[in-house]
């Protein structure tokens, strides 16, 4: 089965990759592959003040912070916008700073995707950051399919 619009929930990790792996299967050289990353707001209040001394510090320390997500976001767009030329796939992303979960939510119904495709949650006994996405309210609140796709086995 082959789709026409997809929103591709994607950051960049193994079960994000998997998502993104599936995604492109399920596209045809006539698809448009909508990619967002979002950055939990966590990360909006990471400026270290609890162990940083002085505010130049703290103002050093969340630019090096910002330009760290600037550039994993950079080589996530970079990687999956490749392999949507590779297979003559329209390509486009957005990144927001908010919870995951409503992000994607209101990406969604501001635009008409066929599927929404994220990764599952990374298992309890695999490293890694936790999943923010509350899959609870892709539920409640989507009014287009989603597909979750299970964590590589093999990671």
């Known amino acids: 089965m082959h789709y ?3 929103l591709l929930a994607s950051h960049g990790t193994l079960g994000a990759c998997a998502a993104e792996n599936a995604s492109f299967k399920l596209c045809h050289p006539d698809s448009r592959l909508h990619q967002l990353i979002v950055v939990p707001d966590f990360w909006k209040g990471m400026l270290g003040d609890d162990w940083l001394n002085n505010a130049m510090t703290q103002i050093t320390y969340g630019k090096y912070v ?3 997500l600037e550039r994993e976001i950079q080589e996530n ?3 999956v916008s490749a392999a949507a030329s590779a297979q003559n796939v329209a390509y486009s992303y ?5 919870k995951p979960a409503e992000c994607l939510v209101k990406v969604a119904d501001a ?3 066929d599927l929404v495709v994220i990764g599952s949650p990374r298992p309890k006994n695999k490293e890694g950051l936790k999943s923010r996405m509350h899959c ?3 539920l409640r609140f989507l009014s287009i399919p989603l597909l979750i796709i299970p964590y590589p086995d093999d990671a």
């Open 4 to 6: 026409k619009h997809l």
């Open 66 to 68: 910002e330009g760290e």
């Open 77 to 79: 767009v970079n990687r």
């Open 94 to 98: 957005e990144f927001m700073l908010g």
């Open 111 to 113: 635009s008409r995707f």
């Open 136 to 138: 609870e309210t892709l």
